[in-house]
């Protein structure tokens, strides 16, 4: 099966720093990926996506990095905050399945 | 609804036991997903339905499981005598298209 991976599983960073949480995906012919929150107890949370013909999208203190030379996919979130603190999984779609990384766990330090 | 829901939010069963998961998409939604998350493990893919088409059910683990979607809206998916590995959260997800993918709260089953 397909693998996404996560090159941190787990990530602290200050109050109000960037932070950057990295994927690496396996397949070029993905064509679309997503980034999801998911706080303890709780289902994923959409965060933002991409889809192949794209580099770069930008959401609010979110951007999205997406480098298809070395199949690689990167969350930046601005000025990080305490409600930040989760994990993150990215995923890639291929046909009409995803896969799932295991995510990397953000801990902001207030 | 605003979101969508899926019940009950735990269940504990003894091994051996049957069990049924319900999932109630956003309305509208055409797409469904059901998932299975393992303590650190990423989210395993188990059946997609998809309208009025066939499911796939590639991702189902054993004959065990199986699931329904009926009016093309709620969802149930049932494990036939449950064992200790089934417990894990179940996850399931709605979208308009296959694309965007919103995510239930989950079941958490403890299989004792």
């Known amino acids: 099966g397909e693998s996404v991976g996560l090159h941190l599983p787990t990530l602290s960073v200050q109050e109000g720093d960037n932070s950057i949480i990295n994927c690496a995906y396996s397949?070029?012919?993905?064509?679309?990926f997503i980034w999801y929150k998911q706080e303890s107890g709780k289902g994923p949370q959409f965060i933002i996506d991409?889809?192949?013909?794209?580099d770069k999208r930008q959401g609010q203190r979110v951007t999205v990095l997406l480098n298809k030379t070395v199949k690689h996919l990167s969350l930046q979130i601005a000025a990080t905050q305490p409600g930040d603190s989760a994990v993150y999984f990215c995923?890639?779609?291929?046909?009409?399945?995803?896969?799932f990384g295991t995510g990397t766990s953000l801990t902001v330090i207030p | 609804g605003a979101g969508v829901s899926q019940s009950p939010s735990n269940k504990v069963t003894e091994k051996g036991k049957d069990v049924e998961l319900r999932c109630d998409p956003i309305?509208?939604?055409?797409?469904l997903y059901w998932y299975r998350q393992s303590l650190g493990q990423g989210l395993e893919f188990l059946i997609y339905?998809?309208?009025?088409?066939?499911?796939?059910k590639s991702g189902l683990p054993s004959d065990r499981f199986s699931a329904e979607r009926t009016g093309g809206s709620v969802s149930t998916l049932t494990i036939q005598r449950t064992q200790q590995e089934d417990s894990a959260v179940y996850l399931c997800?709605?979208?308009?298209?296959?694309?965007?993918?919103?995510f239930g709260p989950g079941t958490r089953l403890t299989v004792l």
């Open positions: 997800a709605s979208s308009l298209s296959i694309d965007t993918q919103y």
């Open positions: 397949n070029s012919a993905s064509d679309y």
């Open positions: 991409i889809r192949s013909n794209m």
């Open positions: 995923a890639e779609k291929l046909g009409n399945q995803f896969y």
């Open positions: 309305s509208g939604h055409t797409a």
């Open positions: 339905f998809q309208g009025n088409s066939a499911p796939d």
